[in-house]
């Protein structure tokens, strides 16, 4: 039993606990334990994931406390191949989001006190073996979430924005919560531990009547959790009227929950459910990508336009989720890493403009990166990240999720296909030319750059990432790989699937013999 992944998930709420004690008035101190406890979260997450061992099936690092045995919930803890990663780019996000904060002027304890929560809540929500906790951790991040946003979200229509993401948001929520109770009644466990549950179900599996009810639940609860087309209005106004750190944390890792909850409870334990609901999903994902990418495309408010591309690139993880194969749903999983680093920077560039101008304007931008050479450099690289270029991580995951839907639904990644790259790449790099190039405007000449260390920092690390994960995807896919093997046996009833790497040849095979060609007269 380790406590190591307890440590990671209880700093945030312990730092949490101590900004409330602390007097309003010491706002430096306040700053540096939330600075403290997320740098050392994300230093453990470092080596919980470089400590993880791949290739090995199940979860590692398990800690787990009796609570309501009688209930059958009890807190346990672990990571496998999949979350381990996410837990990772996690607590990379939330340190660069604390370190992004420092636009916050006004009530500075309770902002930090629900960052932190926030943080708490998103870690723990990943690490969760017990479906009760899991969602239970979600709460703590989403609650944060409506209330930073309306108090100190960014202009005229913040009220509405929050409003609207909470009515979304809660119902999203409460489809899953039925969702997840009825797995469990279903299963007849008496727990709600999701390795118990899945026992049951491979020893007794849910018959096809009860699949048919309950997987929608999950899917359009999850769905509307992870912005699916047509229920992702929620997430561009949102993300324009929240601060950069809800941002950064929302759409980078927060957004992802639904996605693993799709990935690793409903489809494995609900096959004959998933699959009659794959060819909605491939259909649906367009959506995503076609229609937000257009939307992307007339935008001339920054922010708008990165919630937009964000809500775009989850029509790829969807479109890799519904080829049901091991490549597609281990490249679904990379670009869920890869998003959520390329997100956080994206919005935290876009925070370090509003920071100055009090607008994100793109009309009133150009030759910002003139005035900002470093900020505007790394803003290069996330708009070519999110355009696909290789080097990156987003790359390898698009490209792994698109090989994988083309053998299942070529009609629908030929469009993906056009609309990730076509789209994706006029709104991307007409959002580099109006902000960085041209001539500098009267906004420009008043720009500053992120000179300082603890401003350069968070970019930086964000960039690392997308770079280190993008050039060394093994990194990543050799931890994934094994643990959705597993998945995809279980969600098609154990038929052959599409994988990363092939198995190795088993004893010493001679290779075929080579006939020498008859020498010439």
Known sequence: MSILLT???????AGALAVAMIPRNNRLIIRSVALLVTMVSMLLATYLFSEFQSGVLGYQFVHEIAWIPSLGINYAVGVDGISVGIILMGAIVAFAATCLSHEITEREKEYYFLLLMMIGGILGAFASLDLFFFFAFHEFALIPTFIMI??????ENKNYAAFNITIYLTIGALLALFGLIALSVQAGANSFDIRVITAAIKAKPLTGAVQAWIFPLLLFGFGILVSLWPFHSWAPLGYSAAPTATAMLHAGVLKKFGLYGLIRIAIPLMPIGSQAWMQVIAVLCLGNILFCGFVAMRQRDLNL???NSSVAHMGFIFLGIASLTTLG????????IAHGLLAALSFGISGHIYHQTKTLDMD???GFLKPM???GAAMVMAMMAGCGLPGFANFVGESMTLFAAWKVFPVVTSLAVWGGLVIGAVYM????????????SPMGERMIDAVSFWRKLPFALLLIGLLVFGVWPRLITDKVNPCVEEIIAMATFGQPTAKVVPPPVKGKQRPPSRKRPAARP
């Open 150 to 155: 309306g108090v100190w979200g960014r202009g």
């Open 429 to 440: 790099l007409r959002a580099i030319r109006s902000v960085l190039h041209g001539p500098v």
């Open 329 to 336: 749903v281990t490249g679904a999983v990379v670009i869920i």
């Open 305 to 307: 336009l990165i919630g």
């Open 7 to 13: 440590s990671i998930i209880g700093l945030p709420f």
């Open 373 to 375: 050479p470093f900020v």
């Open 364 to 366: 009133q931008m150009g």
